[in-house]
Every structure is written in structure tokens, then in C-alpha cells.
């Protein structure tokens, strides 16, 4: 099962890919509610397990939301460090 913070790091370096396209903290955490919605659409179980929550601005996956907040609005930096491989996921992720 794939975890929150490798779900975030995929978003994260997809747009971060393009230079028109950069993620920020409020985008991520509704990119990740979508990918919840999906894949619990498409299999029946959870993407990850971590919890989302209902915020005044939308849903947000607390644990990620914590980790990036120092991001504020400004999109989320990316280094070749936070690289995560499609490997890392299952075919069905």
C-alpha cells in the first residue's frame, strides 16, 4: 500500500516537471483527496491510510499538510532527492 507522503511526492514531482504547472500545499491536499476518491472508486480500499479532513478551504490530509506548511502559498520546492519511482507502487496505484 502506498503511503500519503509517497502519494504527495509523485504530485509534487509530476508538477514540478513542468514549469508552468508548480504545486502548491492547498493543491496537493485536494489532488489527494481526488486520488483518494479514485482509487477507492476504482478497488474498494484506501490509495493510503492516512486520515482526510474537512478544512474550511477543503479537504486536507493533516500529516501533509504539516509537512509543507512552511511552503505557505508558495509552491513546493522539489529536489531530485524527493525523487519517488513508479516502482515504488503497486501496477493497481
Not at 7 to 31: S, Y
Not at 39 to 56: C, H, M, N, Q, Y
Request: glycine share 4%; with cysteine; hydrophobic share 40%.
Amino acid at each position: 500500500m502506498a503511503t500519503a507522503e509517497m502519494v504527495a511526492q509523485f504530485f509534487i514531482e509530476l508538477a514540478n516537471k513542468r514549469d508552468d504547472d508548480l504545486i502548491t500545499n492547498l493543491k496537493l491536499n485536494k489532488l489527494m483527496y481526488y486520488a483518494q476518491g479514485a482509487f477507492l472508486s476504482r478497488t474498494g480500499k484506501p490509495l493510503f491510510d492516512d486520515a482526510i479532513e474537512a478544512w474550511v478551504y477543503g479537504p486536507v490530509v493533516p500529516s501533509i499538510y504539516r509537512k509543507y506548511k512552511v511552503c505557505g502559498s508558495n509552491p513546493i520546492p522539489f529536489t531530485d532527492e524527493d525523487s519517488i519511482s513508479t516502482d515504488d507502487f503497486t501496477s493497481e496505484e
